[in-house]
Nanobody, 127 residues
Framework: QLHVVESGGGLVQPWGSLGLSCAVS????????VGWFRQAPGMEREGLFC????????SAADSEKGRFTGSRDNAKNTVYLQIHNLKPEDGAIYYC????????????????????WGQGTQVTVSS
């Protein structure tokens, strides 16, 4: 059973940047594609960024392109997400999730694709 834990959330000022980490245990990260998602109160969970087992990545819609970047370090069993130019509406619980069924060079931004989820980390954007 894969265990997923997010960290790095907190209070951030608008237009700042924030780095989140997603650590996995119980298996080897190299077997999994990983996605980052967020969910604000009353909203559906949305995909932000994903990275395949090969390191290929996808980001959210074009309107958000460039604001969400990430990487993976298989040796540390950790995936990272960087959020740039934070806005108050970015406040949400941020989740990462792992999936072992994607093709080696692909990943998905759809939550239903993912098997293993962390508990989330809260991000609040306010001055």
């Amino acid at each position: 059973q894969l265990h997923v834990v997010e960290s790095g959330g907190g209070l951030v000022q608008p237009w700042g940047s924030l780095g989140l980490s997603c650590a996995v245990s119980g298996s080897t990260l190299s077997y999994y594609a990983v996605g980052w998602f967020r969910q604000a109160p009353g909203m559906e969970r949305e995909g932000l960024f994903c990275i395949s087992r090969s390191g290929m990545s996808r980001s959210a819609a074009d309107s958000e392109k460039g604001r969400f970047t990430g990487s993976r370090d298989n040796a540390k069993n950790t995936v990272y997400l960087q959020i740039h130019n934070l806005k108050p509406e970015d406040g949400a619980i941020y989740y990462c999730a792992a999936d072992s069924t994607n093709l080696f060079n692909d990943c998905s931004l759809f939550p239903l694709q993912y098997e293993y989820w962390g508990q989330g980390t809260q991000v609040t954007v306010s001055s």
